[in-house]
Nanobody, 118 residues
Framework: QVELTESGGGLVQAGASLRLSCVAS????????INWFRQAPGREREYVGA????????YYTDSVKGRFTISKDRAANTVYLQMNALKPEDTAVYYC???????????WGQGTQVTVSS
């Protein structure tokens, strides 16, 4: 069973950057996709983007394209979410989740809070 642990959240001002990390405790396979989701207070969980463990393909929801970048370090079993030009509407708890296709998730991390002040 792979456990996922997010870190890197915090409180920043609008326009700042943050990098979130998602460390997997067990082995990830080429069929796996690591997704990022977020959930703001009072709102449904929203898909942010994903990266395939097998190659460099990445996927993003329209609202973060050009601002967020997902990457990975296979040796460290870690996926990153680089967030630039943050906006107050990016405020949410961010989760990484393992699945087999972009947007699908079967195993979730505990989440990390990102707060962007205006």
């Amino acid at each position: 069973q792979v456990e996922l642990t997010e870190s890197g959240g915090g409180l920043v001002q609008a326009g700042a950057s943050l990098r979130l990390s998602c460390v997997a405790s067990g082995r990830l396979y080429s069929s796996h996709v690591i997704n990022w989701f977020r959930q703001a207070p009072g709102r449904e969980r929203e898909y942010v983007g994903a990266i395939r463990w097998s190659d460099t393909r990445t996927y993003y929801t329209d609202s973060v394209k050009g601002r967020f970048t997902i990457s990975k370090d296979r040796a460290a079993n870690t996926v990153y979410l680089q967030m630039n030009a943050l906006k107050p509407e990016d405020t949410a708890v961010y989760y990484c989740a393992r699945g087999t296709s972009p947007g699908s998730a079967t195993s979730w991390g505990q989440g990390t809070q990102v707060t962007v002040s205006s």
